[in-house]
Structures are given as C-alpha cells and as structure tokens.
C-alpha cells in the first residue's frame, strides 16, 4: 500500500459574481490523488487522517472512495470536523484564509493504536511538514515514534518538508522538527525555495548535504525549471525537466511531482525515470487551474 497522512480541507474556491464551489484538497492529500493515478491496481492506495461525523466528512470520505483511495483506516470524531480555507483573488493574485482550530485532523496521532494499525498495511508511507505542524507537541513525538517502528518493520518512509512556518508555535521548533523528522525517512523531497527561505541554503547542494547529516537515506530537491538534485550518500545526480511553456497555475506541483517520483521508483526503481515521471506530471499540472486536474485518465 502507498499510505499518505496528513490534512484534507473544505476547498471553498471563487466559482464567479461572488460565489464559490465546494471541494476538498490538501498537500499530501493531492499526492494520494495523483499516486493512484500513476500506480496499477496492484498497488492499493490510502490515506489516514481523523474527520469528524458530520456530514461534510462523510462528504470527504465519499470523494476520497469515489477516487479510489482506501479510507478504511481513518478516524472518525464525534466533537470535530473537517478544516476549511477560502481562496479569494485579487488581480489574478490567490491569498487564502482558514479555519482550523477543530479540525479533527489535529487528532490524527493522538490515538496510537489506532495509528499503528493504519500503518501495518504500507509499503510506503508519505506524510509532509504540514502533517506535523498540525499535530501538538506531544502527538508529533508520537508520530515520528510511530515511522521509526514502520520504517524497522520494512515500510520506505517519504516526507516532504512544505515549510510553513505560520502553522508552527516558531521558526526554530519548525525548523528542528522538520530536521527530526528527515532522520527517520527514506526520502526526503524539499522544495528548495522553501529551504532558502526558511533555513538559509545558499543553493540546492547546501539543502541535499544538510538533510543527508540529519539521516535521511536519499534527497530529491525540487527546484522549479531548474535541476532536481537527487542524493544519497556518496552519491549526486542532477537531472533537468523539460521545460514547461505555459503555465496556469502552480497549485500542486510539488505534490504532483512527489506522487508520480515515489509511484514510478516504487514501480521500476530507476531514479531517472522517477525524475522524468515526477517533473512530467507537474509540468501537466501546472498548465491547468487547480490542485486536482485530470491530465489523463492514467498517466
């Protein structure tokens, strides 16, 4: 199983004369959409998160089942609900309010067991710094306990820092948990403009070699157009996109790049073509309005 955990939201998106459509979209959430995309039927596709009993969850958990994505492990809470952001535009510019504070998804390792047992299945477990802003400090240590004892039980684990430092208590415990986390992965897959931003790198290289100290097994270092640098130890490779002419919207790319990377070395274990799958299905992506695009019925 490919197992991604994390936050899926309420999409309230401006549909024209001040209206808005109703979706459901979320970071690691987009990556499961795109992944089971990408791999066959003998890949069983998941995702874990916490909802509550409302009806928008059941809403969420209906959209994920009509995707094809397995929803059999997650948790459902009587007292919370489902988060939601409003996308609002302004001279073609997108900013976005939210609403979170009884999202159950900040619950989602809070019960152990019922953690554990969503992994047993995976074969690779995918989860993103978003995943752990959201949880308190407490269900974030249990978390990270949770893919150490996966990881020993033989499933590749893969992370996606997505530095937002705003759903951090502080710039430092982002930047510690972040490094933390990237210690117990086999892959971890950075944005590098994030990593300027956020830890200061002076290029692509500067983030591979950092997260390789903190004990990640392998770094992919997304870039826009410009090199993705893939890394393990004693080893760099730089391989260059195609380059993408038209592009609409950038929404997802980096989930999208993740999701088709992992389900192809999954598939084959060739770092190249993970690389051209990864920036292939971004580069369709990106020349789309949305999170969620239908570049082809099976990519």
Known sequence: MFLAIGECMVEMAPSGSGTFKMG???????TAWYARKYLGNDWNVGYFTAVGTDQVSSEMLEFLQTANIDVSGIRRMDERTLGLYLIQLKDGERSFAYWRSQSAARCLAADRDVLEASLEQAGLIYFSGITL??????????????????????????????LRPRLWEDPNTMRACVTEAAGVCDFVMPSFEDELTHFGDADPKTSVERYLAAG???????????????ARQGTLRAFQP??????????????????????????????????????????????????????????
């Open 24 to 30: 459901f979209a979320g970071d690691t959430l987009n």
């Open 133 to 162: 802003a959201i949880l308190s400090a407490g269900d974030r240590k249990s978390f990270l306990e949770a893919m150490r004892s996966a990881r020993k039980a033989g499933a590749q684990i893969a992370f996606d820092p997505n």
């Open 216 to 230: 990640a097994g392998s770094v992919v270092v997304k870039n826009g157009p410009e090199d993705v640098l893939c």
């Open 242 to 299: 195609r380059p993408v002419s038209n592009i609409v919207d950038t929404t997802a790319a980096g989930d999208s790049f993740n999701a088709a990377f992992l389900a192809e070395y999954l598939k084959s274990g060739n770092l190249e073509a993970a690389v051209a799958a990864g920036a292939g299905l971004a580069g369709r992506v990106i020349q789309q309005r949305g999170a969620l695009v239908d570049c082809l019925e099976s990519v």
